[in-house]
Each structure stands twice: as structure tokens, then as C-alpha cells.
């Protein structure tokens, strides 16, 4: 959810004010996953509505509420990348959720080359080398600071179950998640 209004460059007056959702969404679609948009300046804006105190901003994002304000230069930046998922979640932060999303697709991609093939002790080393490989990118990028994982196979199925624990950049717990895969 973000909390904020803004005039777009250009725009005619009677069009008002804009959400600042698709300003957001739009920084975030060009930002890596490992870069959070906190602190980010707004682009492409003459005008912002609202301008929270500093009181009032911490006040929303700790309601899981995205807002914006001016600095001490009068750019309006954004303030946090919260989440809107309750506080014990390991979700809160924007950048985790991109980081898990990516450590997930990363997966999902180096099984689609495995479809069809018997699970050989063979292939199997070649799946769990490859998964290993991408995650220690991540770590090279420093998208995450730690990772771990193990696979199950279930041939019968015709699948496995990846878990997946990795230590995002800019946190310090372990996010857990399982992958399942079919081959």
C-alpha cells in the first residue's frame, strides 16, 4: 500500500493528483532485487500532496504502509519498501520477497532443463551442482549473504521438493522455502 499523492510532470491540472503506486511500481521494476528502494528519489514528479513528519512516516510503514517525503534538499524520496504482511512474517521487506522470488525462479529455471530425463545419480549431481552454482552468484551479486539447500526426490512422482534456506541481503534471519519441481 502506498501512501502518497503527486503531480506528474507535464500533467495538465485537471487531471489532478496521481497515486504514487505506479511511480513506485516503476522504480521498483528497475531496480535489482537486492537493491531496496528505500531512501530511492521519486522521479518524473513536480509536486507531492502529503509530507509526512518523520513521526508520521514511521508510524505508517510500521502499519505496513509505503510512504514518501521530502528531505532536507525538498526531493521527495520514499521512506521504507515495507510489505503489508504482519510483523512476525519473513515477508515485511520488499527486497526479501524479490530475493526469494529470484532464488525460486533461479531454481524453476535450471529444472526446466532436466524435464524428461531419468534421475540419475548422473543428473542428479548435475541439478544439485547447478542449483549450488546459482546460489552462490547470488552471493557473489550479494543479493544473499548465505544459502543452503537440499533436495528430495520422489521418482515415483516424477518430482522433487528443493528447500531452500537463504539469508537475504539486508537481513539477518533465514527465509525457508520449498521449491517442488517437476521432471
Not at 518523520?54 to 524520496?77: C, E, N, Y
Request: hydrophobic letters at 45%; one cysteine or more; glycine letters at 4%.
Amino acid at each position: 500500500i502506498v501512501a502518497t499523492e503527486y503531480k506528474p510532470i507535464s500533467a495538465p491540472a485537471a487531471w489532478g493528483w496521481s497515486n504514487g503506486a505506479c511511480l513506485y511500481a516503476a522504480l521498483i521494476a528497475r531496480l535489482d532485487s537486492w537493491s531496496a528502494p528505500t531512501g530511492k528519489p521519486m522521479y518524473n514528479m513536480t509536486n507531492m500532496r502529503y509530507n509526512p513528519t518523520r513521526t508520521q512516516a514511521t508510524a505508517l510503514v510500521a502499519k505496513g504502509v509505503v510512504p514518501a517525503m521530502f528531505d532536507f534538499q525538498r526531493v521527495a524520496r520514499w521512506v521504507d519498501a515495507t510489505t503489508y504482511a504482519p510483523i512476525a512474517s519473513d515477508f515485511t521487506r520488499l527486497s526479501t520477497v524479490r530475493i526469494v522470488f529470484d532464488a525460486a525462479k533461479l531454481v524453476r529455471n535450471i529444472s526446466q532443463n532436466y524435464i524428461g530425463e531419468g534421475m540419475s545419480v548422473a543428473m542428479r549431481n548435475a541439478f544439485e551442482t547447478q542449483i549450488s552454482s546459482a546460489l552462490r552468484s547470488m552471493q557473489q551479486l550479494q543479493a544473499i549473504n548465505h544459502s543452503d539447500f537440499r533436495v528430495q526426490y520422489s521418482p515415483s512422482e516424477n518430482k522433487a521438493l528443493v528447500d531452500l534456506a537463504i539469508v537475504p541481503a539486508f537481513e539477518l534471519r533465514e527465509v525457508i522455502v520449498t521449491i517442488s519441481v517437476n521432471f
